[in-house]
């Protein structure tokens, strides 16, 4: 299980002053703080960043890898700025990872930019229709979007198939549905396709309390369909990925389990 | 077409343990499954250390008896008597501190040691005498007066970890760390010892050894475990070399005392006592234990030519 930090990001009113401000402390702080609760990578959400795009693309990227040996997520829907950040990446601790692509046409530029720079990249199975109802249309989605990840020259070892998390408060059927969907989307492909989440949507628009609650069962039961990777709060699901880790088989029970 | 190798792939490689003042011996660093040298790095072999005893055996059969009665009284000479015949490596076990023994004291202990330490060049495992309590007080004393050794302390237990951790760390020292029979157990134990600061590379597991015939195979799987979770599921806790104790169980068993009188269907006594050791010293290579500690040296002979024959198939 890929663990991405979700938590720099541009909705983050602490983090968007910072960016405006180019005030690295508070970057380097949240990055530490995810990479020490067991992030293995850092998601940079910059949002559509107009103005300046590739500049502040830059230095986040920067500032995070100044801060931990980590590699980058980075979340723009600006082109040039994802172009940017792919350029500055410091690939010692692994590569990049472009968020995201779709099957919307202004989105395919970032096909081109993942088979330019051979990094890996997420595609959401959003459609041209919208949002998927169901589990089965995310299938159709994901495979046209293999389909056109060929034909960029991306291995599909390197496309990371996102079911589309949706608000549990609004759309309660769909929680199953991308169960269902993540179990789908290994089929598709011998080995099976990886896949990813940006777990936290769930619970968006939930009371504050009852969001760690949501998230953390939620990701329980996409661990056990076998999800590769998720944009998280590390240190929410720390105990679940551990948890779930040694109830699965994957990890070696012993009393301290939590502690290592 | 040519023939591939289906190989597998490990997630782990076990730490390289150099241990000795002077003169030093080494084992551990495997990068795979015991002796698959197709698919890893071997830079050790595996090492035999000689058991002694820091006070005159009473639970010695005969045939063992036969080769150091003319030296037990007297741990250093007993050292040296098993340099004289080849010993890489001494394990000293305090016998005497037992409160069934001699119950002698830490700072006797300590002086022991000491006194060794002054006499011998070899590499020295010093070893308490399992009795978690009194192993609390005499080992760190001991790994106190042997700093700057760069020794192997032994047995730290559940029960007991924390006092001789310390000590260990602070005399520079590897440690071994011993559970019973379980690779959950093994773990935990790992965990709390490097909860203490105590560095991880510097543990040596024993998940309790046991003779062929005696609950041999619990070990071995054990051993089986335990390395499997280490290598290749990359469990970093299991991830260390192993050693078996293999002489202080073996020469309990009946086999290696029972004689050609009261058992003649058994054979010789004295070729049937050093096999038990030594096939049980040869399984448990198998099963990826990187030091053996052994008692008889036809034993340890037939161990090492095993150990030998093995390794020169190695880069062919």
Redesign the interface.
């Known amino acids: 299980m890929l663990i991405i930090g979700e938590r720099l990001s541009i909705i983050s009113k602490k983090v968007r002053e910072a960016l405006i401000k180019k005030d690295k402390e508070p970057i380097k702080q949240i990055a530490i703080e995810q990479w020490n609760f067991g992030a293995q990578m850092i998601e940079a959400n910059i949002g559509p960043a107009e103005n300046r795009g590739e500049e502040l693309m830059e230095w986040i990227v920067t500032t995070i890898q100044e801060s931990v040996p980590l590699p980058v997520s980075l979340d723009t829907t600006n082109p040039a700025a994802m172009e940017a950040g792919l350029k500055i990446h410091n690939n010692q601790w692994g590569k990049p990872l472009i968020n995201s692509t779709s099957l919307d046409p202004e989105r395919f530029i970032m096909f081109e930019l993942a088979a330019k720079y051979s990094v890996p990249i997420i595609a959401l199975t959003v459609g041209k229709g919208g949002l998927p109802r169901d589990a089965e249309e995310r299938v159709e989605i994901a495979v046209q979007l293999m389909e056109k990840s060929v034909e960029y020259g991306i291995s599909l070892e390197d496309i990371y198939l996102d079911p589309l998390v949706l608000q549990i408060s609004g759309s309660q059927n769909q929680a199953k549905e991308v169960l269902k969907a993540v179990r789908l989307f290994h089929e598709l492909n011998d080995p099976p396709m990886k896949t990813i989440v940006g777990l936290s949507n769930l619970s968006n628009g939930c009371p504050k309390h009852l969001r760690p609650v949501l998230n953390k069962y939620f990701f329980a039961l996409l661990m056990y369909e076998g999800l590769s990777a998720a944009i998280v709060n590390p240190a929410e699901v720390i105990e679940v990925v551990k948890t779930i880790n040694v109830i699965t088989g ?7 389990y939590l ?2 | 077409m040519s023939l591939q190798i289906v190989k597998e792939t490990y997630n782990g490689k076990i730490p390289e343990i150099v241990f000795g003042r002077d003169k030093k011996a080494s084992f551990g660093g495997a990068s795979a499954l015991p002796f698959h040298f197709f698919e890893g790095e071997f830079p050790h072999k595996p090492l035999i250390a000689f058991e002694i005893q820091d006070v005159t055996p009473e639970d010695y059969p005969e045939e063992i008896a036969k080769v150091y009665s003319s030296v037990w009284d007297d741990s250093i000479r007993w050292a040296k008597f098993c340099e004289s015949i080849g010993a890489e490596a001494i394990a000293l076990r305090l016998a005497s501190t037992h409160p069934d023994s001699k119950d002698s004291s830490s700072e006797q202990a300590a002086d022991k040691v000491k006194k060794l330490l002054d006499e011998i060049n070899l590499p020295l495992i010093i070893l308490g005498s399992n009795h978690t309590e009194k192993d609390a007080e005499v080992l760190p004393v001991v790994a106190d007066a042997a700093r700057g050794y760069n020794c192997i302390i032994g047995k730290a237990q559940e029960s007991n970890y924390k006092t001789i951790a310390a000590a260990s760390v602070a005399g520079g020292h590897y440690l071994i760390a011993m559970s019973e029979l379980d690779v959950n157990l093994a773990k935990q134990l790992d965990i709390l010892i490097t909860q203490t600061g105590f560095p991880k590379d510097k543990i040596i597991i024993d998940p309790m050894c046991s003779a062929l015939g005696y609950g041999f195979e619990y070990t071995y799987s054990v051993m089986e475990r335990i390395r499997i979770a280490g290598l290749i599921q990359g469990d970093t806790m299991l991830c260390q070399p192993m050693v078996a104790d293999v002489g202080f169980y073996v020469w309990k068993t009946k086999e290696t005392q029972a004689s050609e009188v009261e058992i003649p269907d058994w054979g010789s006594l004295h070729e049937r006592a050093l096999m038990w050791e030594a096939v049980t010293a040869c399984s448990f290579l198998i099963s990826g234990a990187d030091l053996l500690i052994m008692r008889h040296p036809e034993a340890v002979k037939i161990t090492q030519t095993f150990i030998e024959e093995l390794f020169s198939i190695k880069g062919k």
Request: charge should be neutral; glycine fraction near 0%; aromatic fraction near 12%.
């Open positions: 994957k990890t070696l029970y012993a009393h301290s502690e290592i």
